[in-house]
């Protein structure tokens, strides 16, 4: 089965200061199967931070980006099956989850929530990855 890879990217140049040097992708189709990089309160094309003090606001610019990625990989949040979520501190599970809850309305996927010590970049307090099968 070929593996199709999309928004292929190095870390020498997204996480400079981490001094990391992976060939990676936002994307891998395998089949019917996709693997989508976790999404954070990152702005996409720059180093900023969406709602820095504010968990929902990193939710959701994470889930606006995931819908993003979803359409370019040719699926919807239909195919969306499992998701987990990650957060730095007990305290964000409700304004995450709530943020998320928001995009998968009716979807019913299974979701996990892990509390962690930290990110890539300190500024984050969540992330969120997904399990996406195509239905079609």
């Given at each position: 089965m070929p593996h199709e890879r999309l928004?292929?990217?190095?870390?020498?140049?997204?996480?400079p200061?981490?001094?990391l040097d992976n060939d990676l992708?936002?994307?891998?189709?395998?089949?019917k199967?996709?693997?989508?990089?976790?999404?954070t309160g990152r702005i996409w094309n720059s180093d900023d931070v969406l709602g820095q003090d504010d968990m929902y606001a990193q939710a959701d610019n994470a889930m606006q980006n995931m819908d993003i990625l979803l359409k370019e990989a040719g699926a919807g949040w239909s195919d969306v099956c499992g998701i987990r979520l990650y957060v730095s501190d007990r305290a964000y599970v409700k304004p995450v989850c709530n943020a998320v809850g928001k995009w998968i309305k009716g979807v019913h996927p299974t979701m996990s929530v892990l509390i962690i010590k930290g990110f890539a970049r300190p500024l984050y307090g969540m992330e969120v990855d997904l399990d996406v099968i195509l239905e079609r």
């Amino acid at each position: 089965m070929p593996h199709e890879r999309l928004r292929k990217y190095n870390t020498k140049t997204a996480f400079p200061e981490q001094k990391l040097d992976n060939d990676l992708c936002w994307i891998v189709k395998a089949g019917k199967r996709i693997y989508i990089r976790g999404q954070t309160g990152r702005i996409w094309n720059s180093d900023d931070v969406l709602g820095q003090d504010d968990m929902y606001a990193q939710a959701d610019n994470a889930m606006q980006n995931m819908d993003i990625l979803l359409k370019e990989a040719g699926a919807g949040w239909s195919d969306v099956c499992g998701i987990r979520l990650y957060v730095s501190d007990r305290a964000y599970v409700k304004p995450v989850c709530n943020a998320v809850g928001k995009w998968i309305k009716g979807v019913h996927p299974t979701m996990s929530v892990l509390i962690i010590k930290g990110f890539a970049r300190p500024l984050y307090g969540m992330e969120v990855d997904l399990d996406v099968i195509l239905e079609r």
